[in-house]
């Protein structure tokens, strides 16, 4: 529910304002004076301020100025009875939301607060996504503690501030659009547009119009003039993703636009200047590709005038344990299970720590979210993790560590729980073999099953 402040000497006013406004489903505190107003201020979440322009000590102009100083993103909305065109201008270049005229129409009022409400609804929605931008891709959220991410977090701190062409080189799964977005975002450009491109998603002649942009009629199905991403990216950031992909023809045309920072749409002859900064990154080894012939070495120096090399997880096991916990703690606040969980079991995390991740960053991120959707315990367990990481490890089935922070009973249960999955795997999903494997009884192994909430047909999938 909206809470509008009314403030204004005269109590008929106030009294009949409440009344209408309260109807409507509003939340409603007065006050007669500015300064009684500037003590609610204090102490309540306001959404809109109605005030009187003419009152006694303070008037409704200082009490905006008060207002806009603490308490910017609040609309204002002006009342009075003594209405001029040379007020209402004042009002609004002290930063009034409107101006309304007593004695106002019933309907017309409603009409403005609605309106007033509604721009403050997108004020703070943009307000609040800016605060989202600002944490997601700040230097804070690149998880790592090793020696090679600490002389990434250094490159990055360095060459934010500056507008010099980025390389990044890493396999997939490494981070690199993190790690663009975080340049981006640290950046003089932070508030311009960030315009990701994927070079490998698109055929040629479709990344050149997605690059370049179209004018009407320029091939069959260009029925509008449409703006291409270099344009977009004007005073911003744009960054290509898989840039070793590109044809010869498209490097010659991306080349030229960074050297005369200008370009032609395709079917078009008018230049258009722009003003970008270009990150690139490839999982491919770019100076490998210019002895190969299939990258341009001008293109390859262009691009590369601060060059980062992300590295694989396999190589920095240190960060296994860091980002485990840092995707477990980042679900955990979106609630993805649906319940609380207390952590990681000790076997569980020395699993995580021998798998090969071939697939990076983003292959621990998605094990986790899995492992938390699908755990029934309260410490996500080793038989809560995909089969292919379990066998990744260097041991199959190792022995728990002896940790207090489980507890016994969630450690015995989660060895238990184990147990079972590794006997059903071994008798390829036959229970009656599985329960031999244990030396317990059918029936028991399928109580047990049920407790665990396993499934034959997850184990064998």
């Known amino acids: ?64 100025d008060k207002v806009r100083s603490g308490w910017p993103d609040i609309p204002v909305i002006m009342m009075t009875a003594h209405g001029s065109v040379e007020k209402a201008v004042e009002t609004m270049q002290k930063g009034a939301f409107t101006y309304i005229q007593k004695p106002f129409d019933n309907n017309r009022l409603l009409i ?36 090679s991410m600490h002389k990434v977090l250094n490159l990055v701190n360095k060459v934010a501030p500056t507008s010099a062409h980025v390389l990044v080189e890493g396999e997939s799964g490494t981070g690199k659009e993190l790690i663009a977005r975080s340049i981006h975002f640290n950046s003089p450009r932070r508030h311009n547009p960030f315009i990701a491109v994927n070079c490998s998603a698109l055929s040629e002649s479709l990344l050149e119009s997605e690059l370049f942009g179209h004018e009407k009629g320029a091939f069959t199905g260009a029925i509008t003039m449409k703006k291409g991403r270099f344009e977009l990216a004007h005073t911003g950031t744009l960054f290509l993703d898989e840039i070793g992909e590109l044809s010869q023809n498209l ?36 100076k490998d590709e210019v002895k190969l012939g299939r990258f341009r070495e001008d293109l390859y120096y262009r691009l590369n005038v601060v060059y980062i090399h992300l590295p694989p997880l396999r190589e920095r096991p240190e960060d296994i344990h860091l980002l485990a916990h840092h995707f477990f703690n980042t679900f955990s606040e979106e609630n993805i299970s649906g319940r609380t969980l207390k952590g990681i079991a000790p076997e569980c995390e020395r699993i995580l720590l021998e798998s090969k991740w071939p697939g990076n960053v983003r ?10 959707i699908l755990c029934t315990g309260e410490y996500i367990s080793p038989c809560d993790l995909p089969k292919d990481i379990f066998e990744s490890s260097s041991q199959n089935f190792p022995a728990p560590e ?39 009884g059918k029936s028991g192994l399928n109580q047990k099953m049920k407790k665990y909430g396993i499934r034959v047909g997850d184990i064998l999938q």
């Open 1 to 64: 529910m909206d809470t509008i402040l009314i403030v204004d000497d005269e109590i008929n006013y106030l009294s009949l304002l409440r009344t209408i406004l309260e109807e409507e489903g509003f939340n409603i505190l007065t006050a007669e004076s500015g300064q009684t107003a500037l003590a609610i201020l204090e102490d309540s979440d306001i959404d809109l301020i109605i005030t009187d322009m003419k009152m006694p000590e303070m008037n409704g102009l200082f009490l905006l």
């Open 112 to 147: 403005f607060v609605n309106k007033a409400l509604n721009h403050s609804r997108v004020v703070q929605e943009n307000k609040r996504l800016r605060n989202v931008v600002k944490s997601q891709f700040s230097f804070g959220n690149i998880v790592g503690k090793s020696k």
């Open 251 to 286: 490097q010659v045309k991306i080349l030229r636009v960074i050297q005369e920072k200008s370009f032609e749409r395709v079917g078009g002859t008018s230049v258009v200047k722009v003003n970008f900064r270009l990150i690139t990154a490839t999982n491919k080894i770019l």
């Open 363 to 372: 292959q621990l991120e998605n094990t986790i979210e899995r492992a938390m």
């Open 402 to 440: 002896m940790s207090l922070e489980s507890g016994l009973y969630a450690t015995l249960s989660g060895v238990e729980k184990q147990m079972i999955i590794h006997a059903l795997e071994k008798a390829n999903g036959i229970q009656t073999h599985a329960a031999k494997l244990l030396k317990i």
